[in-house]
T-cell receptor, first 112, second 115 residues
Framework: DTEVTQTPKHLVMGMTNKKSLKCEQH?????MYWYKQKAKKPPELMFV???????INESVPSRFSPECPNSSLLNLHLHALQPEDSALYLC???????????FGDGTRLSIL | GQQLNQSPQSMFIQEGEDVSMNCTSS?????WLWYKQDPGEGPVLLIA?????ELTSNGRLTAQFGITRKDSFLNISASIPSDVGIYFC???????????????FGQGTILTVHP
């Protein structure tokens, strides 16, 4: 069982909907990450938070909005997504940046 | 930016065979990581390597950190059906740059094991 918990496991939404993905870890890690993954491809980094502050934004469109309410939680707010945004969204955490990352099982997102 | 070339892209083997895959880079990495991803799940960390020349085992898995710090390999001995999945090598960006905290992934090796 993964120690990084992501909810929901599956999400289907229309292009005008607003939804949020949630990620939680209780390992005391101080770095948290959002990735997007297409089938049979490696994960692509979206955002990095270090000590609850955004440290990397990989030029992600503004329809994706990350939030780190505290050191254990990471959210990804979604609004006006496009069909090409359908993918597996993975959350990861590590003790610090550049330390080995531990991944959750992801949220499978489908945009209608 | 840093890139990792992982090979082979896919492997089809019989149960009981040994497997070898590798990653190379044109730039130096200070850490090499190997992950496995099962369908419908997130990547799971198999082995982390921190020193050039380091050889580390985890059950039937063995990984080595190349002496030049530009390559790494992963071996699986006596494969079993549950070894099926996608294996990724990865390395964190080195400190001091704007990419610090970014993990570079290889393209993955898709392993199929026939019983």
């Amino acid at each position: 069982d993964t120690e990084v918990t992501q909810t929901p496991k599956h999400l289907v939404m229309g292009m005008t909907n607003k939804k949020s993905l949630k990620c939680e870890q209780h390992m005391g890690h101080r770095a948290m990450y959002w990735y997007k993954q297409k089938a049979k491809k490696p994960p692509e980094l979206m955002f990095v938070y270090s000590y609850e502050k955004l440290s990397i934004n990989e030029s992600v469109p503004s329809r994706f909005s990350p939030e780190c309410p505290n050191s254990s939680l990471l959210n990804l707010h979604l609004h006006a997504l496009q069909p090409e945004d359908s993918a597996l969204y993975l959350c990861a955490s590590s003790q610090g940046v550049a330390q080995p990352q531990h991944f959750g099982d992801g949220t499978r997102l489908s945009i209608l | 930016g840093q890139q990792l070339n992982q090979s082979p892209q896919s492997m089809f083997i019989q149960e009981g065979e040994d497997v070898s895959m590798n990653c190379t880079s044109s730039s130096i990495f200070n850490t090499w990581l190997w992950y496995k991803q099962d369908p419908g799940e997130g990547p799971v960390l198999l082995i982390a390597l921190y020193k050039a020349g380091e050889l580390t085992s985890n059950g039937r898995l063995t990984a080595q950190f190349g002496i030049t710090r530009k390559d790494s390999f992963l071996n699986i001995s006596a494969s079993i059906p549950s070894d099926v999945g996608i294996y990724f090598c990865a390395g964190p960006a080195n400190a001091g740059g704007t990419s610090y905290g970014k993990l570079t992934f290889g393209q993955g090796t898709i392993l199929t094991v026939h019983p």
